[in-house]
């Protein structure tokens, strides 16, 4: 059973900084590309970025308001997705999703969600 | 950036009732659109991909149609546990973009 756990949300004053953490099982992580889709409270959904397997070069790309602020990375010896949120705006503030991409396919699998909320 | 546009915002619905919802692209994405069904505090669901592919374990009373810029997304007959919010999806673009979602209102 495909599983994605995500950790790290918390409260952070704008400017500040927080990294996310998504724990996968159930499939080969090391083979998979990974998104991050964010929600806004009572909002829409909304994709942050992705980042290739490492066989496929492990490049990422970015959606444009969080471009050269957000860094995902992943760890495949820990079958681990990270998000690093640096300088947050409060527009930032939402619940962040894990999931699987299939390179062409629709989202099968979501995490639960980690929610991420940027306040003075 | 490829737009996705849902319409209506908000639909009040009876239990047994056929629903509708409509997605537009801003450009022809063939038929790389998905739809999801999500419920308050929990992730999204795939309901349908490839704009008419019903997923594993989906009630048949759901259906997708459409390509190009159009689609739909059909209930045939409403039950208690399709009150909901429903998005588009397009997976056509590397850059995923989503509709504003339509939430299906007990009338």
């Known amino acids: 059973e495909v599983q994605l756990v995500e950790s790290g949300g918390g409260l952070v004053k704008p400017g500040g900084s927080l990294r996310l953490s998504c724990a996968a099982s159930?499939?080969?992580?090391?083979?998979?590309?990974m998104s991050w889709v964010r929600q806004a409270p009572g909002k829409g959904l909304e994709w942050v970025g992705r980042i290739k397997s490492k066989t496929d070069g492990g490049t990422t790309d970015y959606a444009a308001p969080v471009k050269g602020r957000f860094t995902i990375s992943r760890d495949d010896s820990k079958n681990t997705l990270y998000l690093q949120m640096n300088s947050l705006k409060t527009e930032d503030t939402a619940v962040y999703y894990c999931?699987?991409?299939?390179?062409?396919?629709?989202?099968?699998?979501w995490g639960q969600g980690t929610l991420v909320t940027v306040s003075s | 950036d490829i737009q996705m546009t849902q319409s209506p915002s908000t639909l009040s619905a009876s239990v047994g009732d056929r629903v509708t919802i409509t997605c537009r692209a801003s450009?022809?994405?063939?038929?790389?659109l998905a739809w999801y069904q999500q419920k308050p505090g929990k992730a999204p669901k795939l309901l349908i991909y490839?704009?008419?592919s019903l997923e594993s374990g989906v009630p048949s009373r759901f259906s997708g149609s459409g390509s190009g810029t159009e689609f739909t997304l059909t209930i045939s007959s409403l039950q208690p546990d399709d009150f909901a919010t429903y998005y588009c999806q397009q997976y056509n673009s590397y850059q995923w973009t989503f509709g504003q979602g339509t939430k299906v209102e007990i009338k």
């Open positions: 159930g499939f080969t992580f090391s083979n998979a590309w």
């Open positions: 490839k704009a008419s």
């Open positions: 450009q022809s994405i063939s038929s790389w």
């Open positions: 999931t699987t991409d299939g390179h062409g396919e629709p989202i099968y699998f």
